[in-house]
Structures are given as C-alpha cells and as structure tokens.
C-alpha cells in the first residue's frame, strides 16, 4: 500500500490531473447539446495536453530554461534523491552524461511545442466560433439536436 | 448520449490510467523525455547562439521550420473565418435578415437612434494604460532572447491591447486606425519577413533558414551573433503576423462578419 502511494499517486500527481481534466472535456464534446459547450470543453481537452507536455519537461530542483548570460554556470542538477534511489540514479547519470549535464534546467523543448500549441488553439478556436456564429446563422440555433431537426426538414 | 458519453470516457479514463503505471515519475531529469535531444539544446544552444533564453532559441532557430508554419496556421486561421463569415448567403438566411432588419428599423424608430456613448471612465484609464500595453508588448518582443518573452507572446500583448481600444472606443473607429486591410498586409508582412529570411538563406547557398550565412548580410557579426540576430527577425515577424491575425480574429467575430458593429 505505500509503494501504491509513494509511487503511482504521490510520484505520478501531474497524470492524474492531465487525465481527470482531459476526461472532463472529453465528456462535454461527447454529451453537451450545445455548440459553445462543446467548445469548450475542447479547450479544456487542449489545456490538459499542455498541462501534460509541460510537466514531463519539469526536472526536480532544476531552474526556468533561461541561462545566466554571463555566468553559464549549470549542471550539476540539485535534484535531491534519497535512498536506493540514489543508487538507481547514479546509474543513470553514468548511463547518460548529457542528461547528467543538462540536469540543472527545465527541458526547454515541451515548453516550445505548447507555446505555439496556445496560439494556435486560440485562432482555431476562433474558426470554430465563426462556424458556430454560421450555423446559428443558417439553422437559429447552436444546440444540436434542434440543428439537426431543421437539416431534415 | 449522456449515458454512453460518461461511459466512453470512465472506460478511456480507466485506460489512460492504466498506462500511468509506465510513465517516468514526476520530475525525473533522467526520464526518456530529458535525455537525448533536449539536453543538446540545454547544453550547447548558448554556445551556438548566443541566445540564453532556450525557449527563443529552440522556437526561433533549432525549430524554426515548425515556427514558421505554425505562424502560417494562424494566419490561415484569419483568411479562414473571412472566408467562414463573408461566404453567400443561403435563402435561409437571407429571409431571416429581412425580418430582422425590418424590426430592427422599428425598433430604431421607437427608441429614436442609438445613441449609446462609451464611459468617460473607461476611456480615460484606456487611453492611459495603451501605451504602457505596446511597450511592454515591444519590450516582451524585443527582449525575448535573454528574458522571458518572445514574438508570439508579444503579439498576443499587443493583440489584446487593440482589442481594449475596440471595445472601448467601438470597433468602428478602431478600424479607421488599425484598418482590415492594413491588418492583413502586416499579418502577411509577418510570414514573409519569416519565410523570406530562410529564402534569403538558402540564395546565400544553405540550407532553408540556416541563420549562419547571414552573416554577410548584417554589419559587424559573426556566425553565431548572426543566428541571434535573426532570431529577433523571425520574432518580430511572428508578432507582426499574431497581432494582426488576432485582432482580425475578434473584429470578424464581434461583428460577425460585416464589421460594422462590434461588441
């Protein structure tokens, strides 16, 4: 039971909180009537993914992706890891001395991929409230089932 | 659908848990994600670049290829709704815009024109808080090599400080100073600051936005100070494009389609 805490909840929190939130926005795309409902439950879906690309960057005790211009002292990862974990680590880091020398600061990369991800979410999301704006426009209505009554007309 | 849309996601939620159990612990810099590719950018992105903020350097020169397409969604994203919103009209529609138009004119005549004045207050803390607004945005832009910032997240400033004018002063005389034409000439300005930048490389015998040739191109530089410089470039370039394509973005849907009217 404590391997079950330690390791999967307390160790793993930030999937848990990528999934329940990815689940509460599958959910409003999947059982919401309503046009405007489902989109935002799709934003919330995007917010989940981006919850989850950032958090795998993160890197225990390592500092934000901007480097000392003048120092460009780094390395050397103050991750504190305590017990036979230690020991599993320092393999690690013989295994992959780059990763070693790169353990100071946050993975840059998840952060530029969900960087543009926001942007460009804000202006497709923009084309769906267009298409939304046009079917209220064609039909008088943006919740599903009435929109579909009025096609079959 | 409610019934089989909790349970198409209580069974997906079961799932995604169970693949939990293989992902790396929360904040392990030896996880698969932090040991190959990532640590060539954390390691050897400031030598050369010269550029500390990683997230610049990363989005402006190692992927650049990526950030310029990315710029180009959003730009089509813009042309996207102009086309959405301005398409032809259905029969459908066309009579429903009749009627409403006739009972908008009535309801003109009772209320005897609209004459609805913006807030003294609201418009004096605007136009104070304006240009506070753009420098900040230009110094997110300009500054975004070795602080926080960048060109995409300037023009999202920028973006939202002419959507403050819009629904401030009205859209209509926000477009008498910022108009659509000239919002899609600097959206377009944008992509091709962009992309002519990496065209400019590849004349200059590289490959397609390899900054180190342009060298030649800028006074008194290096190879690597040349990469820098460029970086600075293509930002300026994505925020033109995002500051444009945003505002264009609201205006349409404010004013759904006919920008006349905004919120």
Known sequence: MDWLTMDLIVARFNYWVYIVLM??????????????????????????IMLFYVSIGTKKGASIPILDHHGGEHGAGSAHIAGEAALKVGEAAAAFPEAAAAAGTTNPLPHVLMLTAIVVGV??????????????????SIEEDEVLKRIKL | MKKVGLLTVLLTGALLMVGVF?????????????????????????????????????????????????????????????AILRSIEGPLVQARKRTESREKRAEKRDAGGDGQDPDLIVQTTVRLLLP???LFAFYVVGHGHHSPGGGFQGGVILAAGLILVAMTFGLKNTLKQFSERRGLAFGSLGVLLFAGTGLL?????TQFLDYSVLEAVYPFTDEIMAR??????????????????????????????????GL
């Open chain 2, 22 to 82: 293989d992902f790396p612990a929360w904040g392990d810099p030896y996880s698969p994600a932090n040991r190959y590719l990532s640590t060539h950018y954390v390691n050897q992105a400031e030598k050369e670049t010269a550029v500390p903020n990683l997230v610049t350097a990363v989005l402006a020169d190692y992927r650049s290829f990526d950030t310029m397409l990315e710029t180009s969604v959003v730009f089509i994203a813009g042309l996207a709704i102009f």
């Open chain 1, 123 to 140: 202006a497709t999301l923009g084309v769906a409230m267009a298409v939304v704006q046009k079917i209220n426009d064609q039909y008088g």
């Open chain 2, 201 to 205: 490389c590849a004349l200059m015998g």
């Open chain 2, 132 to 134: 506070t607004i753009q």
């Open chain 1, 23 to 48: 689940m509460i926005g599958l959910y409003a795309m999947i059982a919401k009537n309503n046009y405007m409902k489902k989109l935002i439950g799709m934003a919330i879906f995007q917010t989940a």
């Open chain 2, 228 to 261: 820098s410089h460029s970086m600075l470039v293509v930002e300026i370039g994505v925020a033109l494009t995002v500051m444009s394509m945003l505002y264009l973005i609201y205006a349409n849907l404010a004013s759904h389609g006919d920008m006349k009217k």
